[in-house]
């Protein structure tokens, strides 16, 4: 018997009959946690004008943050025991719980409390997904769920801040929460059929030994995450503090909540882990000073600032999608090609961070940042589902979740000492891009240990 086309295999297997409700409810469900994010940096503004003083404005931050690292951990140990199924459906809900609470907030506390639903919901429902397409789609096709589970984001960064300005600026900063809640409804909707068509769990598997002390951590965890981005936020003297004792906490912490070997990028899943840590806090590290550069340095308008973000939006998503229709090819090589990609976009960076650089040239640089990230994050996501048990799949996704936001939170808290330690973008920028250049470059020289 001759094979189906590998493009007619696929999209049998993402959009087939039993698949398409599955798939668009994947999708919509990440795109929701995306336009939350997006929508509510925007909003923020006014939200803690209306409730509370500008000394309160990280703590909706922070506050989220700290709940996702636990919901990750718990999230992942969850579906490692008892399987996907309750969690789609429960984290989504408690994520629109969350929505509703911030949405109805008259009070900074009701806010937190509501941002605090979000984040668990978030973190335990990233993991979740990850669990599903493990289980429901075939290895071949998952180069391309997570093509499309990359382009979920694209609709978000394109339409969540001036969307979220809008409903600000003409009816309430209230709606950017209230607003998503009935798509909340459909995403659930949409899973639901295909979470009853999975397997129950069978009561008989083994779970991965080792694995004693996991809420312990996960609450050290959460706590020092929360403390960094709190730190991140302030330049005195109480802040230095205040990450040192973060330190103190994570790193007993994530001996725990990370496999053995991460600290030395032994070979498989260790340096999947990784590197989705140096992928993510290179990019997002760099996409956070980014407008910072070319408003505070450059001149030019937040609006213009914020093009090269959209366009690196843009390449990731391309990136991803093409890699998506090519699953024969080895992504050990892709995740390298990834890192080299970054790499040169952040290097490029150093031709704009400067007084003296050119500030067009981000246009270009961060669209190859973002083809770099569509190749990368997608190989990640590729390889860590490959090598991991079945009752470890839920351990490892929330292991690399936990990297991607640790990294990103210590490496946004660098930038910030920096800027408090040398007083100017223009001065501080180039060495924290420098710094993140080298990780992309350790990220690439790695990449070959990720794939057994």
Same mark, same amino acid.
């Given at each position: 018997? %001759?094979?189906?086309?590998?493009?007619?295999?696929?999209?049998?297997?993402?959009?087939?009959?039993?698949?398409?409700?599955?798939?668009?409810?994947?999708?919509?469900?990440?795109?929701?946690?995306?336009?939350?994010?997006?929508?509510?940096?925007?909003?923020?503004? #006014?939200? @803690?004008?209306?409730?509370?003083?500008? +000394?309160?404005?990280?703590?909706?931050?922070?506050?989220?943050?700290?709940?996702?690292?636990?919901? %990750?951990?718990?999230?992942?140990?969850?579906?490692? *025991?008892?399987?996907?199924? #309750?969690?789609?459906?429960? !984290?989504?809900?408690?994520?629109?719980?969350?929505?509703?609470?911030?949405?109805?907030?008259?009070?900074?506390?009701?806010?937190?409390?509501?941002?605090?639903?979000?984040?668990?919901?978030?973190?335990?429902?990233? @993991?979740?997904?990850?669990?599903?397409?493990?289980?429901?789609?075939?290895?071949? !096709?998952?180069?391309? @769920?997570?093509?499309?589970?990359?382009?979920?984001?694209?609709?978000?960064?394109?339409? /969540?801040? &001036?969307?979220?300005?809008?409903?600000?600026?003409?009816? +309430?900063?209230?709606?950017?929460?209230?607003?998503?809640?009935?798509?909340?409804?459909?995403?659930?909707?949409?899973?639901?059929?295909?979470?009853?068509?999975?397997?129950?769990?069978?009561?008989?598997?083994?779970?991965?030994?080792?694995?004693?002390?996991?809420? &312990?951590?996960?609450?050290?965890?959460?706590?020092?995450?929360?403390?960094?981005?709190?730190?991140?936020?302030?330049?005195?003297?109480?802040?230095?503090?205040?990450?040192?004792?973060?330190?103190?906490?994570?790193?007993?912490?994530?001996?725990?909540?990370?496999? *053995? /070997?991460?600290?030395?990028?032994?070979?498989?899943?260790?340096?999947?882990?990784?590197?989705?840590?140096?992928?993510?806090?290179?990019?997002?590290?760099?996409? +956070?000073?980014?407008?910072?550069?070319?408003?505070?340095?450059?001149?030019? +308008?937040?609006?213009? #600032?914020?093009?090269?973000?959209?366009? /690196?939006?843009?390449?990731?998503?391309?990136?991803?999608?093409?890699?998506?229709?090519?699953?024969?090819? &080895?992504?050990?090589?892709?995740?390298?090609?990834?890192?080299?990609?970054?790499?040169?976009?952040?290097?490029?960076?150093?031709?704009?961070?400067?007084?003296?650089?050119?500030?067009?040239?981000?246009?270009?640089?961060?669209?190859?940042?973002?083809?770099?990230?569509?190749?990368?994050?997608?190989?990640?996501?590729?390889?860590?589902?490959?090598?991991?048990?079945?009752?470890?799949?839920?351990?490892?996704?929330?292991?690399?979740?936990?990297?991607?936001?640790?990294?990103?939170?210590?490496?946004?808290? #660098? /930038?910030?000492?920096?800027?408090?330690?040398?007083?100017?973008?223009?001065?501080?920028?180039?060495?924290?891009?420098?710094?993140?250049?080298?990780?992309?470059?350790?990220?690439? !020289?790695?990449?070959? *240990?990720?794939?057994?």
């Amino acid at each position: 018997m %001759t094979a189906a086309p590998a493009p007619t295999a696929v999209r049998a297997e993402l959009f087939g009959p039993g698949r398409l409700g599955t798939t668009i409810g994947l999708l919509l469900l990440i795109s929701l946690v995306g336009f939350e994010s997006m929508g509510v940096g925007t909003a923020m503004p #006014a939200v @803690v004008a209306d409730l509370g003083a500008v +000394s309160l404005y990280a703590w909706p931050f922070v506050a989220f943050m700290a709940a996702a690292v636990f919901g %990750t951990v718990l999230g992942g140990r969850w579906c490692d *025991r008892a399987g996907p199924r #309750a969690a789609l459906v429960l !984290a989504p809900l408690l994520f629109g719980v969350g929505l509703v609470v911030a949405g109805t907030a008259v009070s900074m506390p009701q806010l937190l409390v509501g941002r605090a639903l979000q984040g668990l919901g978030s973190g335990a429902q990233a @993991v979740a997904v990850y669990v599903l397409v493990a289980v429901v789609y075939a290895e071949r !096709a998952r180069p391309a @769920v997570f093509g499309l589970i990359s382009s979920a984001w694209v609709l978000p960064s394109l339409l /969540g801040p &001036p969307v979220a300005g809008v409903l600000t600026e003409t009816l +309430s900063w209230h709606w950017v929460f209230l607003g998503l809640v009935p798509f909340v409804l459909v995403a659930v909707a949409l899973v639901v059929p295909a979470v009853r068509r999975l397997a129950p769990p069978d009561a008989h598997r083994e779970i991965a030994p080792g694995r004693r002390g996991l809420v &312990p951590a996960a609450l050290g965890a959460s706590a020092g995450v929360a403390s960094l981005s709190w730190a991140s936020q302030r330049n005195d003297a109480v802040a230095v503090v205040v990450a040192a004792v973060a330190v103190v906490i994570l790193v007993p912490a994530l001996v725990r909540l990370f496999p *053995r /070997g991460v600290f030395r990028a032994a070979r498989g899943i260790p340096t999947v882990v990784v590197a989705r840590g140096l992928l993510a806090g290179v990019f997002f590290t760099v996409a +956070s000073y980014l407008p910072l550069m070319l408003h505070g340095t450059h001149g030019w +308008s937040l609006a213009l #600032a914020g093009f090269p973000l959209i366009a /690196g939006s843009l390449g990731w998503s391309a990136a991803s999608a093409w890699q998506g229709r090519h699953p024969d090819l &080895p992504r050990g090589v892709l995740l390298r090609i990834g890192f080299g990609a970054l790499a040169v976009g952040t290097v490029g960076m150093l031709l704009v961070a400067p007084a003296w650089g050119l500030p067009w040239l981000a246009l270009p640089f961060w669209v190859l940042a973002g083809i770099g990230m569509g190749l990368g994050f997608s190989s990640v996501g590729f390889l860590l589902l490959k090598q991991s048990a079945g009752s470890e799949v839920g351990f490892n996704s929330s292991a690399a979740q936990i990297a991607d936001q640790l990294t990103t939170a210590l490496m946004i808290g #660098a /930038g910030g000492a920096l800027l408090a330690l040398l007083g100017s973008p223009a001065a501080a920028l180039p060495l924290l891009i420098a710094v993140l250049a080298a990780m992309a470059v350790l990220g690439a !020289a790695l990449a070959g *240990r990720a794939a057994c």
